[in-house]
């Protein structure tokens, strides 16, 4: 059976696929708590109950986001994280990894600030529905890590590595004076973008104890490797 992210993927024109996307915007604004479905059915130009009939509720909209981004992270990296033969490898594996992840969230900029939002909110959504949405996509990147790195970083280090990586992306994104003023402009000029993307290649691979050597091309561009 068909989920509801199944038919938004066939069809990115209909009218699920619409208020979906009017409710990614309305979230990353005002988070869960400060949206509404009213406000998300206007923003998607239909009714409350069209909103209903696709949507059977606020928090199912919130899962069906997450869920989705979730996965769409998993379908761009599952070809291209390999096991390394070499330091070499590994360091052009991250670099192709990390540049993708940073790409596409500052290509989709609500999605950093509905990531922010989720890391601050406490009991917004039930813990346990949120695991069973998520749980999958998490588990693939939690084997990515544990099975690319296993003697570079001790097993009970690869959550925390895993909070440090994707807490660095998030701020590093955040439209803001402060935030601006530590990385040197916005990150979405193209000289400071190049150059925080870098930033955090590097960072992985620090992390990860991969050799420090610079691959050719790792500092170059802004745009997909």
């Known amino acids: 059976m068909k989920t509801a992210l199944d038919k938004v993927r066939e069809s990115p024109g209909s009218t699920k696929a619409r208020i979906l996307a009017a409710a990614q915007d309305v979230f990353a604004a005002k988070g869960f ?27 199912t909209l919130y899962l069906a986001i997450f869920e989705r981004i979730f996965q769409q992270l998993v379908d761009l ?7 390394p033969s070499s330091a070499e490898d590994a360091r052009a594996v991250i670099e192709r990894a990390m540049g993708i992840t940073f790409d596409f969230y500052i290509d989709n900029p609500t999605i950093p600030k509905l990531l922010m939002r989720r890391m601050m909110e406490t009991a917004a959504v039930e813990q346990t529905v949120m695991r069973d949405a ?12 544990r099975s690319f790195a296993p003697d570079r970083l001790p097993e009970k280090d690869v959550a925390f590595f895993m909070l440090v990586v994707q807490s660095v992306l998030l701020v590093s994104m955040l439209e803001s004076p402060f935030v601006s003023s530590l990385i040197g402009g916005s990150v979405h000029d193209p000289v400071v973008r190049s150059r925080v993307r870098a930033q955090v290649i590097q960072l992985v691979l620090t992390l990860l104890r ?12 802004g745009g997909r490797e």
Do not use: C
Not at 38 to 59: C, D, F, G, P, Q
Not at 77 to 83: A, K, P, T
Not at 135 to 145: H, M, S
């Open 33 to 59: 708590e400060g949206a509404s479905t009213r406000e998300i059915a206007s923003r998607a130009e239909v009714n409350i109950s069209s909103l209903h009939y696709h949507w059977e509720s606020k928090e």
């Open 77 to 83: 990296l599952r070809d291209e994280i390999v096991m």
């Open 134 to 145: 998520l749980g999958p996509a998490l588990e693939v990147f939690d084997d990515w890590v």
């Open 210 to 221: 991969v050799d420090a050597q610079k691959a050719p091309g790792s500092g170059k561009g």
